[in-house]
Structures are given as C-alpha cells and as structure tokens.
C-alpha cells in the first residue's frame, strides 16, 4: 500500500508540475489580445470624458489650483481629469505635452491630449484639450466660457493646433 501511495503521489506531482509550466507559460509568452488591449483604452477614454463632462459650465481662472474642482484653468482641468482615472499628468501645458507619444491630427481617439497656441504665446503650446471623438473636443478657456466644447475643424482652433499626444 506504501508504494502504491508512493506512486500515485509522483504521478500527481508530476501531472501538477506539468500543468503548472505549460499554463504559467502560456500565460507569460502569449501576447495580450489586441482586441482586450482596445476594449481597456476605449473604456479608459470613456471614463476620462465622462469625467470631463461632469464640470461643464465649471469658471475658468487663469492658475487655478489643482486641489479644487471650483474653477480650472486648461492644465489644471486636464491634470485633474487624468488624475481621478489614476492617469499622472504634470501641472502645466508645456509639462504635458511631453507624455505619452505624439499622434497625428488625422489620427485621433478618444481621449488624446490637443495642444495648441495662442493669440498671445508666439506659436508655443499654450492651451491643451481632451479629444472626445466626432471632431469635438472638452477644454475650458477664457472667464465666462469656462469648462465648454469646441470643434476642433473650426478655423481658430485648426489654425491653432500644434500637437496631440497619446498618454494611454
């Protein structure tokens, strides 16, 4: 009986150690689904511009702190929309447009950053947007307008436009 038990035991650790490497490296050698990976950015992008949408009609203020949801100026906005979906962002424009990687203008997704210049910056980044698909972007600019929508087509912001970069 001891060396029945005996074999049985072998046999079974073997099977067990045999299971354990070929579904352990199955799981470290095969690539993760393109179509998972897909699914998990657009759902990201989606929890993001929910999140932005929330504070439409929030006031813009020029330098507005990054420990309230009260007012927001474009940085702070985007900083904060990134951070509450665990996503570092620094605090401003130029600082952001350093993330991630650049992406064209004609290929755009849901939830790119969208940097642009300004009537006052001499063509440098000043101004940054979220992509929410549709040709729209949510962005807060100048008092009075605060946290709003724009399309990114019309003619201030194309002739604007100087980069977007993809952060997830």
């Given at each position: 009986m001891n060396f029945?038990?005996?074999?049985?035991?072998?046999?079974?650790?073997?099977v067990g150690l045999g299971l354990t490497i070929v579904f352990s490296t199955a799981a470290t050698v095969l690539?993760?689904?393109?179509?998972?990976?897909?699914?998990?950015t657009e759902r990201k992008a989606i929890d993001l511009i929910n999140t932005a949408k929330v504070y439409v009609g929030r006031p813009y203020q020029f330098g507005a702190p990054t420990n309230t949801t009260r007012v927001f100026d474009c940085s702070s906005f985007t900083k904060y929309v990134f951070g509450h979906n665990?996503?570092?962002?620094?605090?401003?424009?130029?600082?952001?447009s350093k993330m991630g990687y650049a992406v064209s203008f004609n290929n755009l997704k849901k939830g790119d950053l969208l940097f642009y210049s300004t009537a006052g910056s001499n063509g440098r980044i000043a101004h940054v947007g979220i992509y929410m698909g549709g040709g729209t972007m949510i962005h807060t600019y100048k008092k009075g307008v605060g946290v709003t929508y724009s399309k990114i087509n019309s003619s201030y912001w194309?002739?604007?436009f100087i980069t977007a970069r993809r952060v997830f």
């Amino acid at each position: 009986m001891n060396f029945t038990f005996k074999k049985l035991t072998t046999k079974f650790l073997a099977v067990g150690l045999g299971l354990t490497i070929v579904f352990s490296t199955a799981a470290t050698v095969l690539p993760l689904s393109h179509s998972v990976y897909a699914m998990s950015t657009e759902r990201k992008a989606i929890d993001l511009i929910n999140t932005a949408k929330v504070y439409v009609g929030r006031p813009y203020q020029f330098g507005a702190p990054t420990n309230t949801t009260r007012v927001f100026d474009c940085s702070s906005f985007t900083k904060y929309v990134f951070g509450h979906n665990s996503i570092y962002l620094p605090r401003n424009t130029t600082q952001q447009s350093k993330m991630g990687y650049a992406v064209s203008f004609n290929n755009l997704k849901k939830g790119d950053l969208l940097f642009y210049s300004t009537a006052g910056s001499n063509g440098r980044i000043a101004h940054v947007g979220i992509y929410m698909g549709g040709g729209t972007m949510i962005h807060t600019y100048k008092k009075g307008v605060g946290v709003t929508y724009s399309k990114i087509n019309s003619s201030y912001w194309r002739a604007h436009f100087i980069t977007a970069r993809r952060v997830f």
